[in-house]
């Protein structure tokens, strides 16, 4: 099956700066790769997605990179703020399975 | 559209005993599924359903675990003899279509259970 793989598992960040969270996929067949926010006592929340036939999406501050060759994706959010402090969790699925496969999460903290 | 709704969000019970969650998820949204997330760990699934019928169910899911959605609108997840094991966060989404036909998966605020 499926495995994901994240790092980094903490991450502290300056406000204003830049984040990076990468994650790398077992399943060459995988064409779906969403990034979920999840804070404390609360479900995960999506907050942008890819697909396989695309090779970046940006939405404001937030930015999605697939490498489908080296089988590996990232999260990229800039000028960061503190209401981006949160547990980010990248996920895979296949086309034609309903499952997602998560990673194990990104703890983030932005400093003031 | 109010979103997926569980129901009790926390839960807690002593060994043995039987528990049940509930979940609405968002109308006119045929897939539903259910997760399982433990403190320092990714969600991990557990079962989904097509309308009524249950057409998935993960390894996770013990003879122990009985999901149900009777009319194709809330489920239930029903752990019977609980275990201290089965302490987690149980999570449920929705959506209205696979994800991997384009469609966005959307969760619930989860329902803690903590067995004592």
């Known amino acids: 099956g499926e495995n994901v793989e994240q790092h980094p598992s903490t991450l502290s960040v300056q406000e204003g700066d830049s984040a990076v969270i990468k994650c790398t996929y077992s399943?060459?067949?995988?064409?779906?790769f969403p990034w979920y926010k999840q804070e404390l006592g609360k479900g995960p929340q999506l907050i942008i997605d890819?697909?396989?036939?695309?090779g970046e999406k940006k939405d404001q501050r937030i930015a999605v990179t697939l490498n489908k060759t080296a089988k590996h994706f990232s999260l990229h959010i800039t000028e960061t703020q503190p209401e981006d402090s949160a547990v980010y969790f990248c996920?895979?699925?296949?086309?034609?399975?309903?499952?997602?496969?998560f990673g194990t999460g990104t703890r983030l903290t932005i400093i003031p | 559209d109010t979103g997926v709704s569980q129901d009790p969000r926390h839960k807690i019970t002593k060994r043995g005993q039987n528990v049940t969650f509930r979940c609405d998820p968002i109308?006119?949204?045929?897939?539903l599924y259910w997760y399982r997330q433990t403190l320092g760990q990714g969600p991990e699934f557990l079962t989904y359903?097509?309308?009524?019928?249950?057409?998935?169910k993960s390894r996770l899911l013990s003879d122990r675990f009985s999901a149900e959605r009777p009319k194709g609108s809330f489920s239930t997840l029903e752990i019977q003899r609980t275990e201290q094991g089965d302490s987690a966060m149980y999570l449920c989404?929705?959506?209205?279509?696979?994800?991997?036909?384009?469609?966005?998966?959307?969760f619930g605020e989860g329902s803690w259970l903590t067995v004592v």
């Open positions: 989404a929705s959506s209205l279509g696979s994800p991997g036909g384009g469609n966005t998966i959307y």
């Open positions: 399943d060459s067949a995988s064409n779906y």
């Open positions: 890819i697909r396989s036939n695309v």
């Open positions: 996920a895979a699925s296949t086309g034609g399975n309903e499952k997602l496969t």
């Open positions: 109308s006119e949204h045929n897939r």
């Open positions: 359903f097509q309308n009524e019928a249950q057409l998935e």
